[in-house]
């Protein structure tokens, strides 16, 4: 690999860091360990061909152009943490990423109803909802044209300007604190 091709592929992982909280090629690799999946099963999952999932994880792609996809991404992030916290089990799991597969994106909320075939009891994780957030912003913009956006804004919006700033690019858990503040 050339200096540009280095060049090229640092890049790419940075966007995705901005992007996804990480390089896609860690965020896939501990899916991969977490589900017990292989490549090819995870890129079938994610409704993904096998190159361009080798494609993203390598740094050759940056983006992830479809939001249904980045949605069964934060599915399957948060399915590895319940098999890793024992509240699923492998057969349970296995079950769940077929629905996650046949899912088209949409909601969370839409998304857990069609796996468990009912309503959900109680409303979302705030987590979750704030997660749904980003990845809904996250899918239209990178982070740095995000807070370009707010910028631009801030002066007659500066309560729009934050929210983008803080869903768009902030961190997880500063947009959980923030959504708690703005509930009551």
């Given at each position: 690999?050339?200096?540009?091709?280095?060049?090229?592929?640092?890049?790419?992982?940075?966007?995705?860091?901005?992007?996804?909280?990480?390089?896609?090629?860690?965020?896939?690799?501990?899916?991969?360990?977490?589900?017990?999946?292989?490549q090819?099963?995870?890129?079938?999952?994610?409704?993904?061909?096998?190159?361009?999932?080798?494609?993203?994880?390598?740094?050759?792609?940056?983006?992830?152009?479809?939001?249904?996809?980045?949605?069964?991404?934060?599915?399957?992030?948060d399915?590895?943490?319940?098999?890793?916290?024992?509240?699923?089990?492998?057969?349970?799991a296995?079950?769940?990423?077929?629905?996650?597969?046949?899912?088209?994106?949409?909601?969370?909320?839409?998304?857990?109803?069609?796996?468990?075939?009912?309503?959900?009891?109680?409303?979302?994780?705030?987590?979750?909802?704030?997660?749904?957030?980003?990845?809904?912003?996250?899918?239209?913009?990178?982070a740095?044209?995000?807070?370009?956006?707010?910028?631009?804004?801030?002066?007659?919006?500066?309560?729009?300007?934050?929210?983008?700033?803080?869903?768009?690019?902030?961190?997880?858990?500063?947009?959980?604190?923030?959504?708690?503040?703005?509930?009551?």
């Amino acid at each position: 690999m050339d200096a540009a091709q280095q060049e090229a592929t640092a890049r790419a992982r940075e966007l995705q860091r901005n992007w996804y909280g990480e390089p896609l090629g860690e965020l896939f690799r501990r899916l991969i360990d977490d589900l017990g999946l292989n490549q090819a099963r995870l890129a079938g999952v994610l409704g993904l061909s096998a190159p361009m999932l080798s494609q993203l994880m390598s740094g050759q792609r940056a983006k992830i152009g479809n939001p249904a996809v980045v949605q069964r991404v934060r599915l399957l992030q948060d399915l590895a943490a319940q098999v890793a916290d024992g509240s699923v089990s492998a057969a349970e799991a296995a079950e769940r990423m077929e629905e996650i597969k046949k899912s088209q994106g949409g909601s969370m909320l839409s998304v857990a109803t069609q796996q468990t075939g009912a309503t959900p009891v109680g409303a979302p994780t705030v987590k979750r909802v704030v997660r749904e957030i980003q990845s809904l912003l996250r899918s239209l913009a990178a982070a740095g044209d995000i807070i370009e956006a707010a910028e631009q804004i801030g002066q007659t919006h500066p309560e729009l300007a934050e929210f983008l700033r803080v869903y768009g690019a902030g961190r997880t858990a500063d947009a959980v604190a923030h959504y708690q503040v703005h509930q009551s």
